[in-house]
């Protein structure tokens, strides 16, 4: 297991699902000596109901969640090159780090995880897609640093 990085942005297409969530049972397993932020390529999507119904099932609160994008975390004063660690969950993401590479130190690992929007017909096939997803992530975060130190 490895130690918790100072501070981390999860990063995915939209900030919309994956993202959010890795942020969101990143806080929730490890409490908050992480800082933990997350940004999509592009912000042009609210965040996802079915992605906060799965969070929920675990408590974790996402439907505060105010969608953002790299430029828009430039923009508002966010440092990027601050972060210590990048997890990209989409290709296009994992694209956009290394892009910020060129110009700052930075760590960009990808982790591939699986995009639910759009899959299952029913609302209960959806909500299962989406708690894959969710446990993928979770499988992630807990190979990567370990059981949750937090209580659940």
Known sequence: MEELPQSILFCCDHNSVRSPMAEGIMKKF?????????????????????CIAVCQEMNVELSRHRSRSFDEMERWGDDLSSFDLVVALSPASQRRALELTRFFHLDVEYWPIMDPTGLGETREAKLDS?????????????????????RL
């Open 130 to 150: 989406y708690r894959q997803t969710r446990d993928q992530i979770i499988q992630h975060l807990k190979s990567r640093w370990g059981e949750p130190t937090e």
């Open 30 to 50: 490890y409490g908050t000596g992480t800082y933990v932020q997350s940004a999509g390529v592009k912000n042009d999507m609210e965040i996802d109901g079915f």
